[in-house]
T-cell receptor
């Protein structure tokens, strides 16, 4: 199946710093999604992107659907302790027979140092 | 409360003993899916269903079965579990058949000895 390269793998930042992470693929996706997973819980949807070039915000989070449809980034501004967790990108591709299912990146582990 | 529920949350079993992990959603979603999450490998799709009585293989279907007899339920069946199926399993659902904006359950941690 398709593969998503998510980077960085982990980030160690100070509270209050801005965070940026991205996903790239050799394949074109029709939809990009960003999820956050807290320890012991299932992933929670943060932002959904449906159009190339689309820029969408959710509070301190901003995500963009790349113009080439092969990449997406997520920014978090002014990080706070509850932002700690694993962030996943996911792409959805539609083929002639319908959707092929979500492909997930391997995650960015965000750690905030006091 | 709109949610996806899974049972059990934790399970320890032995090789070869058939087990079923249940998944239920109360949002009238068309699409349901199962994933496994392993360190270093991320989330990988096992099976998905776009509607009642319609199921399709995901990326790692070997050793698993599913059924979709009712819209709200999508059980995952391991006929003969093996240690390499030790993992964290998530059920997810979405409103459209396309499977975007999937909402995840709390997870089932399975250990096969």
């Amino acid at each position: 199946g398709q593969q998503l390269n998510q980077s960085p793998q982990s980030m160690f930042i100070q509270e209050g710093e801005d965070v940026s992470m991205n996903c790239t693929s050799s394949s074109i996706f029709n939809t990009w999604l960003w999820y956050k997973q807290d320890p012991g819980e299932g992933p929670v949807l943060l932002i959904a992107l449906y159009k190339a070039g689309e820029l969408t915000s959710n509070g301190r989070l901003t995500a963009q659907f790349g113009i080439t449809r092969k990449d997406s980034f997520l920014n978090i501004s002014a990080s706070i302790p509850s932002d700690v967790g694993i962030y996943f990108c996911a792409g959805l591709m539609y083929s002639g027979g319908g959707a092929d299912g979500l492909t997930f990146g391997k995650g960015t582990h965000l750690i905030i140092q006091p | 409360e709109a949610q996806v529920t899974q049972n059990p949350r934790y399970l320890i079993t032995v090789t070869g003993k058939k087990l079923t992990v249940t998944c239920s959603q109360n949002m009238n979603h068309e699409y349901m899916s199962w994933y496994r999450q392993d360190p270093g490998l991320g989330l990988r799709q096992i099976y998905y269903s776009m509607n009642v009585e319609v199921t399709d293989k995901g990326d790692v279907p070997e050793g698993y079965k599913v059924s979709r007899k009712e819209k709200r339920n999508f059980p995952l069946i391991l006929e003969s579990p093996s240690p390499n199926q030790t993992s964290l399993y998530f059920c997810a659902s979405s409103i459209g058949q396309g499977g975007n904006e999937q909402y995840f359950g709390p997870g089932t941690r399975l250990t096969v000895t």
